[in-house]
C-alpha cells in the first residue's frame, strides 16, 4: 500500500496513519508532508518506527527550503519516481 501525506503531520491523525502502515508499504511525504521528515524532529523519530519504508519528493523539499533540514535517512524520490511508486502500488490512501 502507498500512503501519501500531503499536509503538516501535526495536522492530521498520525497515530491512525502509523496503525494503518505495515511491513512493505511506503509512506511519501508530498507538499507540507515533507516537514515530517526534518531532521531531530519528533515527528521524524516516531515515523521512522514505523514498519513502512518513508520516502520524501524532493521537489516538494526544495521548493519549502528544507533541503538542509531533511534527514539523510529518508529516501528522496524525483516525480519520475513518484510515478514508479504509483505504479508499484495497486492501492493508494492520500493522507
Not at 499536509?7 to 505495515?22: A, F, N, V, Y
Not at 523519530?45 to 521537489?59: G, K, M, R
Amino acid at each position: 500500500m502507498l500512503y501519501t501525506l500531503l499536509q503538516s503531520p501535526w495536522q492530521c491523525d498520525i497515530e491512525s496513519l502509523l496503525r494503518l502502515m505495515q511491513k512493505g508499504d511506503d509512506l511519501l511525504l508530498l507538499q507540507d508532508g515533507v516537514t515530517a521528515a526534518l531532521e531531530g524532529s519528533q515527528m521524524f523519530i516516531t515515523l521512522s518506527a514505523s514498519p513502512a519504508t518513508l520516502w520524501v519528493l524532493q521537489e516538494d523539499v526544495i521548493a519549502r527550503g528544507l533541503v538542509e533540514q531533511i534527514s539523510t535517512k529518508v529516501a528522496r524520490l524525483d516525480y519520475t519516481g513518484f510515478v514508479a511508486m504509483t505504479a508499484k502500488h495497486q492501492q493508494q490512501v492520500a493522507w
